[in-house]
């Protein structure tokens, strides 16, 4: 019969080996869980001023005004008010055309906004102004409107 025996030093060889395991699957999920649940943020900076240093807030043309925000990895909006030449200016990247039928487009406060109105609908519909972008069927996408009546723009990225 043969007997085992183990030193202090093997035994903690052997207490650490799953460790080697463990801690790597431990920062793993760390990085996948900040990625879905990072920083995410529900604003309302009137005046614009204090707008965050944002890639989003950063693309809002200057004077910029009542603007409202939520940024999150998965969920990019804000809206502002503007005027048309302004916006026209701003979004000439996604070449503005001249809404011809009804735009829908998501607000700042889709996925839920603290900062404003309670009962402030999640979603505009925007019947004369202009649109650029557009949102692809499965709800991604890239879009800005301007409401030409309200003079307020919106915008929505949806990666």
């Given at each position: 019969?043969?007997?085992?025996?183990?030193?202090?030093?093997?035994?903690?060889?052997?207490?650490?080996?799953?460790?080697?395991?463990?801690?790597?699957?431990?920062?793993?999920?760390?990085a996948?869980?900040?990625?879905?649940?990072?920083?995410?943020?529900?604003?309302?900076?009137h005046?614009?001023?204090?707008v965050?240093?944002?890639?989003?807030?950063?693309?809002?043309?200057?004077?910029?005004?009542?603007?409202?925000?939520?940024?999150?990895?998965?969920?990019?909006?804000?809206?502002?008010?503007?005027?048309?030449?302004?916006?026209?200016?701003?979004?000439?990247?996604?070449?503005?055309?001249?809404i011809?039928?009804?735009?829908?487009?998501?607000?700042h406060n889709?996925?839920?906004?603290?900062?404003?109105?309670?009962?402030?609908?999640?979603?505009?519909?925007?019947?004369?102004?202009?649109?650029?972008?557009?949102?692809?069927?499965?709800?991604?996408?890239?879009?800005?409107?301007?409401?030409?009546?309200?003079?307020?723009?919106?915008?929505?990225?949806?990666?």
């Amino acid at each position: 019969m043969k007997y085992i025996h183990f030193t202090g030093i093997q035994k903690f060889q052997m207490e650490k080996l799953p460790l080697r395991y463990i801690i790597p699957m431990i920062l793993a999920m760390t990085a996948i869980l900040s990625f879905f649940f990072g920083k995410e943020e529900a604003e309302n900076a009137h005046g614009g001023s204090n707008v965050p240093m944002d890639v989003a807030a950063q693309r809002m043309p200057d004077g910029a005004s009542d603007v409202q925000y939520y940024f999150s990895p998965t969920f990019t909006a804000f809206e502002f008010n503007t005027d048309e030449p302004t916006f026209t200016r701003w979004a000439a990247a996604w070449t503005p055309h001249e809404i011809s039928s009804p735009v829908k487009i998501k607000r700042h406060n889709y996925m839920g906004d603290a900062a404003g109105p309670v009962d402030a609908p999640d979603e505009i519909t925007v019947t004369a102004g202009l649109a650029a972008g557009h949102m692809r069927p499965d709800g991604t996408g890239e879009m800005t409107v301007f409401d030409r009546t309200l003079n307020r723009a919106y915008y929505l990225n949806i990666p």
